[in-house]
């Protein structure tokens, strides 16, 4: 699997452990810059995921090896470290339900470095199995669009698409205001060789609208088994516009959870929207509002990926292609 993963997706590209400290691959720089930021303890890691150096899966591998130094150099913070890394992104869920399970078999008596070194194995062992599903839900020639940066899963179904002689392409949203598409997706998709084009956050219903986009893949920052799922802002209208055209639907989660309580949608600073790499794109009077999640009812998702199978959702017309 690690093969054919786009280099940035690579655990040591992504947070390693060295000096005393983690150190995290900066994904704000990318791609014009790699460049890490270095965290020696796990205060630094908390503010890290809060600043948005890393995304997506990011903040679980930095949140394990927080864990895991922790552990070695302060086992009196080890608690407080998992409360605060937990409270970090409070719609990750799936990181606060691993490391706490983690403290929570620590404490019973076990070694901290190979529950670590499990988790990271079972997800790698998810990622794989879930990209075999993905594989098969690709046609071939397909367009398929994505949202934000889909990851692993979505990488490794485009990889495998590829390798089997299925002709794809892949439209890229720019993903306002941090351009995760523009700077990581995009970048992503060409190192593995896929045939990829960027498109501006508003151009989506064109393509589907002349038939170029035929299948609807992204990754979840949160998703139920009743295949209700939370993604970056975008992937709402994306999925309507996706059930107006007949497109199919699919989101990647390794671990749905197992209940339907949505957590509260985060917004983050108006600032971020007037701004472009740096450039201000807006008077600094104007007033902007920055909803980071969008929640996506099951009537619009064709299904759930999961390493073990698909939750099904509400769109049952378009799902069988």
């Given at each position: 699997?690690?093969?054919?993963?786009?280099?940035?997706?690579?655990?040591?590209?992504?947070?390693r452990i060295?000096d005393?400290?983690?150190?995290?691959?900066?994904?704000?720089?990318?791609?014009f810059?790699?460049?890490?930021?270095?965290?020696?303890?796990?205060r630094?890691?908390?503010?890290?995921?809060?600043?948005?150096?890393?995304?997506?899966?990011?903040?679980?591998?930095?949140a394990?090896n927080a864990v895991?130094?922790?552990?070695?150099?302060h086992?009196?913070?080890l608690?407080h470290a998992?409360?605060a890394l937990?409270?970090?992104?409070p719609?990750?869920?799936?990181m606060k339900?691993?490391i706490t399970?983690?403290l929570?078999r620590y404490r019973?008596g076990?070694?901290?470095?190979?529950?670590v070194?499990?988790?990271?194995?079972r997800?790698?062992?998810?990622?794989d199995?879930?990209?075999?599903?993905?594989?098969?839900?690709?046609?071939?020639?397909?367009?398929?669009?994505?949202?934000?940066?889909?990851?692993?899963?979505?990488?490794?179904?485009v990889?495998?698409?590829?390798?089997?002689?299925k002709?794809?392409?892949?439209?890229?949203?720019e993903?306002?205001?941090y351009?995760?598409?523009?700077?990581?997706?995009?970048?992503?998709?060409r190192e593995?060789?896929a045939?990829?084009y960027?498109i501006?956050d508003?151009?989506?219903?064109?393509?589907?609208q002349s038939?170029?986009?035929s299948?609807y893949?992204?990754?979840?920052?949160?998703a139920?088994?009743n295949?209700?799922?939370?993604?970056?802002?975008?992937?709402l209208?994306?999925a309507i516009?996706?059930?107006h055209?007949?497109?199919?639907y699919y989101?990647?989660?390794v671990?749905p959870s197992?209940?339907?309580?949505?957590?509260?949608?985060?917004y983050?600073?108006g600032e971020?929207?007037?701004h472009?790499g740096?450039?201000?794109?807006?008077?600094?009077e104007?007033?902007?509002?920055?909803p980071?999640?969008?929640?996506?009812?099951p009537d619009f998702?064709?299904?759930?990926?999961?390493?073990?199978?698909?939750?099904?959702?509400?769109n049952?017309?378009?799902?069988?292609?």
């Amino acid at each position: 699997m690690e093969n054919l993963l786009p280099s940035i997706l690579r655990h040591e590209n992504i947070s390693r452990i060295a000096d005393g400290g983690v150190y995290i691959t900066d994904r704000r720089a990318l791609p014009f810059e790699k460049k890490e930021v270095f965290c020696p303890s796990w205060r630094e890691c908390v503010s890290a995921i809060k600043e948005m150096v890393t995304q997506g899966g990011g903040p679980l591998e930095v949140a394990l090896n927080a864990v895991l130094i922790t552990s070695e150099t302060h086992p009196d913070e080890l608690e407080h470290a998992v409360r605060a890394l937990s409270e970090a992104r409070p719609t990750n869920t799936t990181m606060k339900r691993e490391i706490t399970g983690i403290l929570k078999r620590y404490r019973a008596g076990e070694d901290m470095k190979t529950l670590v070194g499990e988790v990271f194995l079972r997800y790698d062992r998810a990622y794989d199995a879930m990209s075999d599903i993905g594989e098969s839900l690709i046609r071939d020639g397909d367009g398929i669009l994505t949202r934000c940066f889909p990851e692993h899963s979505f990488m490794l179904s485009v990889a495998k698409a590829m390798k089997n002689g299925k002709r794809i392409r892949v439209y890229v949203p720019e993903t306002r205001p941090y351009l995760q598409g523009a700077h990581l997706t995009e970048p992503c998709l060409r190192e593995i060789g896929a045939e990829c084009y960027l498109i501006t956050d508003a151009m989506n219903a064109h393509f589907m609208q002349s038939g170029d986009i035929s299948l609807y893949l992204t990754a979840s920052d949160l998703a139920f088994s009743n295949a209700l799922v939370v993604n970056k802002t975008g992937t709402l209208s994306d999925a309507i516009l996706s059930r107006h055209f007949g497109i199919p639907y699919y989101a990647f989660s390794v671990n749905p959870s197992p209940d339907d309580e949505i957590p509260v949608i985060e917004y983050r600073e108006g600032e971020d929207l007037k701004h472009v790499g740096g450039c201000a794109i807006a008077a600094s009077e104007a007033k902007a509002l920055y909803p980071c999640f969008d929640v996506i009812s099951p009537d619009f998702v064709s299904g759930v990926v999961h390493p073990e199978g698909i939750y099904e959702g509400n769109n049952r017309w378009n799902r069988h292609r």
